[in-house]
């Protein structure tokens, strides 16, 4: 059907229809007049359509999206498929008509459509209540507004391309990430992951930073650590690319694997402090190893007594180093420093701290009531042969770590006496009713009335109740108050 222009004009100028007005006085449209003044009311809840100097008009003449023709395409929906065929062929080959629009209408496009803005009415069926919420009038084109990078036609070849290069779809990320939902960019990512190649999934996220920080954390999430590496090698990333290369020793169960594992770590390029966590790992695990291979056979034996009066509760690999550190003051201590269990060989292998050593192997040996290898923790000798008690971690914390594990009183009190600071001293006495020391430094503060205080919280005829009198009725002491 090929006509020339002025056949074109010939033929809509002959036609029997006429464009609907709200003007138009047929009958059969009357009953939406008061529909006509309801819609007109609507002007700030509808948007207006890019194409203003368009509008659409359907087979019959009538502006498409209008209501006049909404509700006759409603009527007719019910008619016979040869019917509802003959106009899908017609509108196949449909043209815009340029026709004067009355100053009281305009576009109603968006709202057939469903496309709202906040606190607009979601549909047509919204406005007009006795209308079916199935009878949207069907769209037969895009506005010009919604055409944008789909305006030109595709081949097959250009079509497969493009999926292929994934623009399409990356307007889907770029979307989502302009929402700043990160449920939304993630589902985006598993759907690019899945269907784009890895180099040009990479390629894109590396210029777009927030798509690709969350891709890092998804595949640390799910545990992709094949895809992870891939990605960091791509970004240049070295040196996050050998810390997840090093997490994958986590998964090695066996601890000959896991040693050999870590081994091949050393060279990876960390920075200088993570390289000398890796190292430590390794010398670590190695050590663990043999200690624990060598202790599983004198417990199985039963010729070590330590390993009779206290079994072992679980085997020492893999566990920190701290935790190596107490189980050799527990079960070696007096090892030579030789031995690779000896906790004086653990100090200097791993540069173990003073603090550190000294309040690990206080726990150990506290635990075991070895007093005596307690004392010599903390006595030392000066060059001229003297000894005298120094505790690096201060002795308030000795004191709290004897009394937790039962140390007798005398022990106690000849630490607690050992505190430098006053209040802290008497604070610690009297909470671990530490008589003498409280009544001493009461007697050394000639404090009467603290004294007096304390005298109630003692036993009746006890021993310290007469220390106390005796040290009140002493003649020689000039009390504060």
């Known amino acids: 059907m090929n006509r020339t222009k002025g056949d074109e004009e010939e033929y809509w100028n002959s036609s029997k229809f006429k464009a609907f007005t709200f003007d138009d006085e047929d009958d059969e449209l009357s009953q939406l007049k008061e529909s006509k003044r309801a819609v ?5 809840f509808v948007d207006d359509d890019d194409d203003d100097d368009l509008e659409r008009v359907s087979w019959s003449g009538e502006p498409v999206g209008s209501i006049s023709w909404s509700v006759k395409e409603t009527a007719s929906s019910s008619g016979s498929n040869h019917e509802r065929e003959q106009l899908k062929n017609r509108n196949s080959f449909s043209s815009y008509a340029q026709l004067p629009k009355p100053a009281s209408t305009y576009s109603l496009s968006s709202f057939f459509r469903g496309r709202t803005r906040p606190g607009s009415f979601q549909s047509l069926s919204d406005a007009l209540s006795d209308t079916p ?15 944008r990078d789909y305006s030109n036609d595709w081949s097959p070849s250009d079509t497969v391309r493009r999926l292929r290069k994934g623009k399409d779809k990356l307007q889907l990320l770029e979307e989502a990430v302009s929402m700043h939902d990160g449920n939304v960019i993630t ?14 999934l990479f390629r894109e996220l590396e210029v777009r930073q927030v798509a690709l920080r969350h891709l890092i954390h998804f595949l640390k999430e799910i545990g992709d650590q094949k895809l992870l590496l891939d990605l960091f090698r791509f970004l240049d990333r070295t040196e996050e690319l050998a810390l997840t290369h090093y997490r994958e020793h986590l998964n090695i169960q066996d601890p000959e694997k896991r040693k050999e594992f870590l081994k091949t770590c050393i060279g990876l390029p960390f920075s200088a402090e993570d390289s000398a966590h890796i190292q430590d790992h390794y010398t670590l695990l190695e050590r663990q190893i043999i200690i624990e291979a060598n ?11 330590i390993f009779r009066k206290h079994p072992r509760k679980a085997s020492i690999l893999n566990m920190p180093l701290v935790t190596t550190l107490f ?6 201590y007096t090892e030579a420093e030789g031995t690779f269990s000896s906790p004086v060989n653990l100090k200097k292998t791993f540069k173990i701290p003073e603090k550190q050593y000294v309040l690990t192997a206080l726990a150990a040996r506290a635990k075991l009531r070895a007093w005596h290898d307690v004392d010599a923790l903390f006595t030392t000798k000066n060059w001229l042969g003297y000894t005298k008690k120094r505790a690096p971690i201060g002795f308030h914390r000795v004191v709290e770590i004897l009394h937790k594990n039962s140390a007798p009183v005398q022990i106690l009190q000849e630490y607690v006496n050992l505190v430098e600071d006053v209040d802290t001293k008497l ?45 009140l009725s002493s003649s020689q002491i000039r009390w504060k108050n």
């Open 40 to 44: 007109n009311s609507l002007r700030d």
């Open 327 to 332: 189980y050799s003051c527990f079960y070696h």
């Open 187 to 200: 589902a985006v990512l598993i759907f690019l992951k899945r269907t784009l190649s890895k180099e040009i």
């Open 295 to 305: 202790d599983r056979h004198l417990e199985s034996a039963g010729q070590t007594e």
């Open 133 to 147: 919420a199935k009878s949207y009038a069907p769209e037969l084109g895009r506005p010009k507004g919604e055409y």
């Open 427 to 471: 604070n610690l006495a009297t909470k671990f009713k530490c008589h003498d020391v409280v009544i001493d430094t009461c007697r050394d503060l000639k404090d009467r009335q603290q004294l007096l205080a304390y005298r109630s919280k003692v036993d009746k005829g006890s021993a310290e109740e007469e220390k106390i009198d005796a040290i």
